[in-house]
């Protein structure tokens, strides 16, 4: 199951509310891994999206504590929850399939969501989140975003945020030639972003960063200088483009603080790309005259994929991805029976041995041919019989089917359902009352 919010179906300010810092997520996933309902958990929080990639065997109560969740850290509000999509079986694992290979992005084919994709399951197996069904299914997510990649156009096409960024400033000024940058943070797409427009033409880079370290640190990888926090101001006055993505948790440069830089700049035009999450620069700054603010949004007004070599590639692609989709449901399917069919064995066992033992003191003394003969014959009933049932449920079509015969399976034979402790199922103490949880979502 996959439940989350994106680009698509939030505004960015609905994002922001929901993203998980990369050192919360390890606290979230803790959280969520105890939780009732969730026997697997992955978080996937990026600028354009925050997602709970979910395994569980009852989908409405691990919703349901995903959803308490939200609204206890969050806030959600069950108002809200229609930006939220929720995803079952083939739908989501094409959703996973789709993120992973860049069909989901801001811009298409974007090549920072493998390296977050693998950052996430590295977390969630860093805590014991992430077991055996979801390490499969990201496995053959990597795997099929690489053949993505490979058969398709997308690699070629694929835009990434900081070349939409490098993209919008070069239409604004026309060249970059001498053109000042100003780096706040230090993060990897802050990195690529200036090193992009170094590489075409800026002038000089200026880098600020909390960590007075890390700052010198990457301006000597670019080629810049580092410069103190208490030097922002004038860093921002001499400044062409600045590049903000700070992770910091409240706002760097608010509306008023804005006006004055502009004022001092005599309304020279300035360009600042805020290209964190969250935000670093106060929405209102863009009212300000002199100054260009554009943000994740802003950027995807800019870039769109409308071409047709873009339509044709995304097309391919999309084609791949549901054919793998429904091929590794299918695989996933037929896994989920795998205990019901062990357990049948073990049953079918039991009766023929307990049947085999009365043959043999009522009809016995046998040799030991005979005796060898009749568990061999034993034996092979019982194969034929296992087989039989797990190839039938194996290869029925349709979940709910499937689902029907295991059950009645398991009833005919009289077999203990496999056992599916529900990761966070606790027994309340006596004088403890229940916390109300919101209202339950059914699918």
Not at 85 to 111: C, K, N
Not at 405 to 416: C, I, K
Request: hydrophobic share 40%; proline share 3%; with cysteine.
């Amino acid at each position: 199951m996959v439940i989350g919010l994106n680009h698509r179906t939030a505004p960015l300010a609905m994002r922001e509310r929901f993203w998980i810092s990369e050192n919360r997520r390890y606290e979230v996933l803790r959280h969520l891994q105890s939780a009732e309902g969730i026997e697997e958990v992955v978080v996937l929080s990026t600028c354009c999206r925050t997602e709970f990639l979910v395994w569980a065997s009852e989908p409405t109560l691990a919703a349901n504590s995903l959803l308490h969740f939200l609204a206890v850290e969050h806030g959600l509000k069950l108002s809200e929850w229609e930006h939220f999509y929720r995803l079952l079986d083939e739908a989501a694992l094409s959703q996973i399939f789709r993120v992973t290979s860049g069909l989901d992005s801001l811009v298409l084919g974007e090549p920072q969501i493998v390296s977050q994709v693998n950052a996430a399951w590295e977390q969630a197996r860093t805590v014991g989140a992430a077991g055996r069904f979801l390490n499969a299914v990201l496995e053959k997510a990597l795997s099929v975003s690489h053949q993505v990649r490979h058969e398709t156009a997308i690699e070629k096409l694929a835009v990434s945020i900081p070349t939409a960024a490098l993209d919008l400033a070069r239409h604004i000024f026309g060249s970059l030639e001498g053109r000042r940058v100003l780096l706040l943070g230090t993060g990897k797409m802050s990195e690529l972003s200036a090193r992009q427009m170094a590489e075409n033409g800026a002038g000089s880079v200026v880098v600020i960063d909390q960590s007075p370290t890390r700052a010198k640190e990457l301006a000597e990888k670019l080629g810049g200088t580092a410069a103190s926090l208490a030097d922002r101001w004038k860093c921002m006055l001499r400044a062409d483009i600045v590049i903000s993505a700070t992770g910091c948790p409240h706002v760097v440069l608010t509306r008023e603080e804005a006006e004055r830089i502009a004022i001092e700049r005599n309304r020279v035009a300035l360009i600042i790309l805020d290209i964190g999450m969250p935000r670093d620069v106060e929405p209102e700054v863009r009212r300000v005259d002199g100054i260009l603010l554009y943000d994740l949004e802003g950027l995807e007004r800019a870039v769109r994929n409308n071409g047709e070599e873009h339509a044709s590639a995304a097309a391919e692609a999309e084609k791949i991805v549901a054919a793998e989709a429904q091929a590794y449901r299918g695989k996933l399917q037929a896994e989920s029976v795998v205990p019901t069919i062990v357990a049948l064995r073990h049953r079918l066992d039991q009766i023929c041995r307990q049947e085999l033992e009365s043959f043999i003191e009522e009809r016995g003394p046998f040799t030991r041919e005979q005796d060898q003969s009749l568990h061999a014959i034993t034996a092979q009933v019982i194969q034929k019989i296992a087989s039989s049932l797990a190839r039938e449920l194996k290869e029925l079509p349709e979940k709910e089917e499937q689902e029907k015969m295991t059950a009645a399976v398991t009833r005919l034979f009289h077999l203990e359902p496999p056992k599916q402790a529900l990761a966070g199922t606790r027994s309340e103490k006596p004088n403890e009352r229940r916390k109300e949880r919101p209202v339950a979502i059914n699918y």
